[in-house]
């Protein structure tokens, strides 16, 4: 039986349609709990990279509750559930928003992407080939920690930590970073900490100290301060209207914490020369 690394190989070489997806950036966007601002975040980061001219797809990736499409008041047809059971193709489900991003919409209700038959996921890998075409691909994970998360978190190149201010979110952030830390071998994933609805400027440095003294002193971790975004009644009144912060206000508070994450991103460092076929085995192939 062809392994899965070779299957994967196979489907990338008869993949003519695209460039070859190696300068393509994979990026997962998670948390320690749910309502702490990820989902919004992904949105509006993925924006703020269209804006310094990306090709970006945000992969809703929340197999259970996805909401991508609710925050953009987004109604798709299909969805990542109609992909895998091989009803639509990738090109049929791929929405362009009005906002210089493309989603791909998550399959609510479907359990667990480990539990694909070989055919399934030999179909899936072919049709997510087809993303290579992207610049930046950001992935909305679940919040929590379970296996579909860990798939994604591990094959990224880089992995968005959110949290906020509060102390239950400190801690079930610290609660992620230390499932990573011991069960997710790719040891040169790029970790970096976020944390929203901030007051101030000294309050984000201080959470980030917090938990990156942690991660490094109990776990051996080096987990970069990404930055922080300001607590902003322009937020909450934008997902009222769901229509994304960044394009509602370009002048907001939160707005130029988007802008700045995604100038720093484009600076820092990572792993080059990967992109999705690395993303597809790492994902499929362990």
Do not use: W
């Not at 992904?42 to 609710?70: E, H, M, P, Q, T």
């Not at 776990?219 to 934008?238: F, H, I, R, S």
């Amino acid at each position: 039986m062809i392994d899965q690394a070779e299957q994967l190989r196979n489907i990338m070489k008869n993949n003519n349609g695209n460039k070859n997806g190696q300068d393509t950036r994979i990026i997962a966007v998670t948390s320690g709990k749910g309502g702490v601002g990820k989902t919004n975040l992904s949105i509006n980061l993925a924006i703020a990279y269209a804006r310094l001219g990306k090709k970006v797809i945000v992969l809703d990736a929340d197999l259970g509750l996805a909401n991508v499409n609710v925050i953009l008041g987004i109604i798709p047809k299909y969805n990542l559930y109609h992909l895998i059971r091989k009803q639509k193709t990738l090109g049929e489900i791929i929405m362009d928003t009005d906002y210089g991003i493309q989603i791909v919409a998550g399959a609510s209700g479907f359990s667990k992407i480990a539990n694909l038959s070989n055919e399934e996921r030999e179909q899936f890998v072919g049709e997510l080939s087809e993303l290579s075409s992207a610049d930046i691909i950001i992935i909305d994970t679940s919040a929590g920690v379970s296996r579909n998360v860990l798939s994604f978190v591990a094959a990224a190149d880089d992995v968005i930590i959110v949290t906020t201010p509060e102390p239950t979110a400190i801690t079930d952030a610290y609660g992620i970073i230390k499932i990573i830390a011991t069960e997710v071998e790719n040891t040169e994933l790029g970790l970096k900490l976020v944390v929203n609805r901030v007051k101030s400027v000294t309050e984000g440095k201080k959470v980030s100290e917090r938990v990156i003294n942690i991660a490094g002193q109990f776990l051996n971790l080096k987990l970069d301060y990404l930055g922080y975004v300001y607590e902003d009644t322009e937020v909450q009144q934008a997902v009222l209207r769901q229509k994304p912060f960044l394009a509602s206000n370009e002048s907001s508070k939160a707005s130029i914490c988007m802008k700045h994450l995604a100038g720093r991103l484009e600076n820092m460092e990572y792993r080059e020369g990967s992109g999705v076929p690395v993303f597809l085995k790492r994902l499929f192939g362990r």
